[in-house]
C-alpha cells in the first residue's frame, strides 16, 4: 500500500497558514477544523509545519500565553515529507523514529497532501482486516485431501 491510496480514501483537504500569521490564528482554524497539524506555506511553497506540539510547547513557555507570536516562531522549519509513492510501512518507520504524528505528502515541489499517524494506522487495519477475510474464506473453500492409504 502507498501513500497515495491512503489520500484517495482520506481526501487531501489542505489546512495552511503563512509564516506570518499569528499563534492564536493558527489554533483557532485547528480547533475550528478539528485537526491536530496545519501547513506552513509561503509564496506557493511549503515552509514549515505547525502542530499541537509545538503550541503546547508554546504555551508552556508563556505560562499559558500566545500573546503575539507568528506561526514562523514556533513552527518546525523542516518537516519529515513523504511522496505519494511512499510505502505505507516506510511512513509507519519514519514516524516512529521521528517521533512525528503528521506528514505532508509532497509530489515533487508540490504539496498534495498531509496523512497522520492516525490515516496510517487505520490503513494498515483495514489492509489487514481485509487480507484476514480473503484468508479465511480462501481457507473455507480448501479442498478436502485425498486419503493417501492404500
Do not use: C
Not at 26 to 35: F, T, Y
Amino acid at each position: 500500500m502507498k501513500v497515495s491510496d491512503i489520500l484517495r480514501v482520506k481526501g487531501n483537504a489542505l489546512f495552511t497558514v503563512t509564516p506570518e500569521n499569528t499563534l492564536w490564528l493558527a489554533v483557532q482554524s485547528m480547533a475550528e477544523n478539528d485537526i491536530g497539524s496545519v501547513v506552513v506555506m509561503e509564496h506557493g511553497a511549503l515552509v514549515g509545519m505547525l502542530t499541537f506540539r509545538e503550541v503546547i510547547k508554546t504555551l508552556y513557555r508563556n505560562q499559558g500565553q500566545l500573546g503575539d507570536q507568528k506561526v514562523r516562531d514556533v513552527m518546525n522549519p523542516s518537516p519529515l515529507t513523504v511522496s505519494p509513492q511512499t510505502d505505507v510501512n516506510e511512513v509507519r518507520r519514519l514516524m516512529l523514529e521521528s517521533h512525528v504524528r503528521y506528514v505532508p505528502v509532497m509530489d515533487g515541489r508540490t504539496l498534495i497532501g498531509v496523512i497522520s499517524f492516525y490515516d496510517v494506522a487505520k490503513a494498515v487495519l483495514e489492509e489487514q482486516s481485509f487480507e484476514n477475510r480473503m484468508l479465511k474464506a480462501y481457507i473455507r473453500d480448501w479442498p478436502e485431501q485425498e486419503s493417501m492409504s492404500g
